[in-house]
């Protein structure tokens, strides 16, 4: 399974928590003379954005790498394992820009193209499932996390 990248996922993932990541971008802008850093962190400050580290995104994109990493290779049927591998490897592909730069205004803009791949995600997962019963009890949670998100973001 994708365990290189799964493991950078995971540095990186750590880094943007504990904003090391910030501090490299910081370091790498200065040692070769491009101002990356002040551009993203200055990014929409003007509007009044919430610039820095926010929980509830880092959460939501770190969730779906680690559920399906987890239950793929503990539950998954795995002659489904390449298209699954695929999937899963550019899930956290694009999970990457955001752990590097969401320090950043409107960091969500890095995660989103990530977030548009999780419905692909979630169906490499029901269709990879060895059991009828863990496919039925996953699509229920999934139904119920979306149900949890629509009522966080519009209630």
Known sequence: ???TIFVVYLI???GYFSGVNELLIYWL???IG???YTKIKSYGLE???WVGFQLDLFVYTLFWGGLAYFLFVFFGRHNYFYPIKLILKLYLVLCLPYFCFGFG??????AFMAWLFIPFV????LASMKSDYLKLAISFLFLMFAVGNFV???V
Do not use: E
């Open 1 to 3: 399974f994708p365990v």
């Open 12 to 14: 990186l993932a750590v």
């Open 29 to 31: 802008s200065s040692l």
């Open 34 to 36: 491009f101002d990356a």
């Open 47 to 49: 509007s009044g954005a």
């Open 105 to 110: 205004g409107y960091s969500n803009r890095y």
């Open 122 to 125: 979630q169906a490499g997962l």
């Open 152 to 154: 966080y973001v519009f």
